[in-house]
């Protein structure tokens, strides 16, 4: 079965710094890419950003890039969110979500999430 | 950054009734979009991708239809558990992804 758990989600103060982690099982997780896709509270869905499987391709929304770092360590099943000068509009519940793609490829579209994990931007 | 819009914003039926929602994109994203169903204090599902395409496990009362830049998503008849808010999102020009801002299927 496959599970992705977020863990790290805190309060902190703008322009303070965060990592989250995100725990992968049940597949083989360095055939897969990764993202992180964030949602306020009671709104929307927005993509925050990719590590490519097979390699060390990253992508990012605008305006999180020179803020946030993706990273992973497939000997630990594990991606990463390195979150730095936050703004009150990072508040969100942050997922981890699994590629479709599989070996391969990147499709872009997200065929298993976690549970989350609630990031508070506020001083 | 392709904008996807959704509609209506609420859609009020009850269990048997047929759900049409609908997705339009400000430019064409081709067939490389996809639905998702997020219930109450849960993660999104995936639903549909490619427009048609039922993803793994989706029961057969879910379709999908659309090419260029309107796309609809139909559940045939409602069960209880598929109240609930659907997004979709498309991977035709990234980065970044972009979601719908989600359709909500209440209770008549």
């Known amino acids: 079965e496959v599970q992705l758990v977020e863990s790290g989600g805190v309060v902190v103060q703008p322009g303070g710094s965060l990592r989250l982690s995100c725990a992968a099982s049940g597949f083989t997780f360095a055939d897969y890419s990764m993202h992180w896709v964030r949602q306020v509270p009671g709104k929307g869905l927005e993509w925050v950003s990719l590590?490519?499987?097979?390699?060390?391709?990253?992508y990012y929304r605008d305006s999180v890039r020179g803020r946030f770092t993706i990273s992973r360590d497939n000997s630990k099943n594990s991606l990463y969110l390195q979150m730095s000068r936050l703004r009150t509009e990072d508040t969100a519940l942050y997922y981890c979500?699994?590629?479709?793609?599989?070996?391969?490829?990147?499709?872009?579209?997200?065929?298993?999430w976690g549970q989350g994990t609630l990031v508070t931007v506020s001083s | 950054e392709i904008v996807l819009t959704q509609s209506p914003a609420t859609l009020s039926l009850s269990p048997g009734e047929r759900a049409t929602l609908s997705c339009r994109a400000s430019q064409s994203v081709h067939s490389y979009l996809a639905w998702y169903q997020q219930k109450s204090g849960q993660a999104p599902r995936l639903l549909i991708y490619?427009?048609?395409n039922r993803a793994t496990g989706i029961p057969a009362r879910f379709s999908g239809s659309g090419s260029g830049t309107d796309f609809t998503l139909t559940i045939s008849s409602l069960e209880p558990e598929d109240f609930a808010v659907y997004y979709c999102q498309q991977r035709s020009s990234w980065p970044p992804v972009t979601f719908g801002p989600g359709t909500k299927v209440d209770l008549k």
């Open positions: 490619d427009a048609s």
């Open positions: 979500a699994r590629d479709s793609g599989g070996y391969g490829q990147t499709n872009n579209y997200f065929d298993y």
């Open positions: 590590f490519s499987w097979g390699g060390d391709t990253t």
